[in-house]
């Protein structure tokens, strides 16, 4: 039997030949690690096996079965087998690993259902619970502050969406059968508000208030319209949630307060906003915002 000595050179780089060979496909580099049992995130769940194949599903979202592989704090996935409509190409996101919370971000990727569901996402371990930090209140006084006058007319107030009970009726406001912003017919008065809000006004004695939510970006909209294929805003710039008072009879801005400022802690829809929901009031405070923390201003 001859026995036969290989260069050191050639044993390494055989080696390496032979560790590339079985290399999975999801093999993880970049020190991110994702967690290889099963996630959820709200209604959806995930699973990002070793074996280099992935699972996500949703109820009423197509099933998605595929393959992944992240480098450098970038995953690429892929749907080889029967994919939805417009998900044949691969899908790429950063992904940032916090107490094993796996966060995506996309950089591109054209399915629609997939990037709806990833971009944006921060996704929690099967059987964890989220946990909601408690909210402590701190009483500045313990008088109770009067309440408002009530207005002169018999229900004049408009306290919350749709008015008094949400009947959407307020009767003998002696109100124009039509009125025109372009040539002014029947308009009082105008005042411009900073900001994009799709909530509604209310009302109540001779102050009216509006919320808005007012981006650090200046170029922030958003798409009003019939149309399909709606998708979540990418808006996600620092945020400045806001109430106004405004005087009833000249619409002169009587205060602004900052209920919160901060990145929005949710995704909004293309066609809305980030002051959607209308505060509500009972002449004493004012209760506003839904996307930022909930705020409850004395009046």
Request: proline share 8%.
């Amino acid at each position: 039997m001859a026995l036969y000595t290989a260069p050191r050179g050639f044993l390494l780089a055989a080696f390496l030949t032979s560790l590339g060979a079985v290399l999975p496909l999801g093999a993880q580099s970049g020190g991110v690690q994702l967690p290889s049992g099963p996630l959820k995130f709200g209604g959806f769940a995930a699973s990002f096996s070793a074996d280099g194949s992935f699972h996500l599903e949703g109820s009423g979202w197509p099933t998605m079965n595929g393959t992944w592989k992240l480098q450098n704090g970038e995953i690429t996935l892929l749907l080889p087998d029967k994919p939805p409509e417009g998900c044949d190409g691969s899908g790429r996101y950063r992904v940032r690993v916090t107490d094993r919370h796996p966060s995506f971000d996309v950089v591109s990727d054209d399915c629609v259902p997939r990037r709806m569901i990833l971009n944006g996402s921060t996704w929690l371990e099967a059987g964890e619970t989220k946990v909601i930090p408690a909210r402590h209140i701190v009483t500045t006084s313990t008088a109770r502050p009067p309440k408002n006058p009530d207005p002169g007319l018999a229900g004049a107030n408009w306290p919350s969406f749709r008015g008094k009970n949400a009947s959407g009726v307020a009767e003998d406001q002696n109100l124009p059968d039509k009125w025109d912003g372009k040539t002014g017919e029947n308009i009082l008065w105008r005042t411009p508000i900073p900001g994009l809000g799709h909530s509604s006004p209310i009302v109540w004695g001779q102050h009216i208030f509006v919320t808005s939510a007012i981006s650090s970006d200046p170029h922030a909209t958003f798409k009003p319209g019939l149309y399909g294929d709606g998708d979540a805003s990418q808006d996600r710039s620092p945020q400045k949630w806001s109430l106004f008072a405004l005087d009833k009879k000249n619409g002169k801005i009587l205060w602004e307060r900052v209920a919160y400022e901060g990145v929005p802690r949710e995704k909004r829809h293309m066609k809305s906003t980030y002051a959607s929901s209308t505060p509500v009031t009972d002449g004493r405070i004012v209760v506003a915002f839904r996307f930022a923390r909930r705020a409850c201003l004395r009046l």
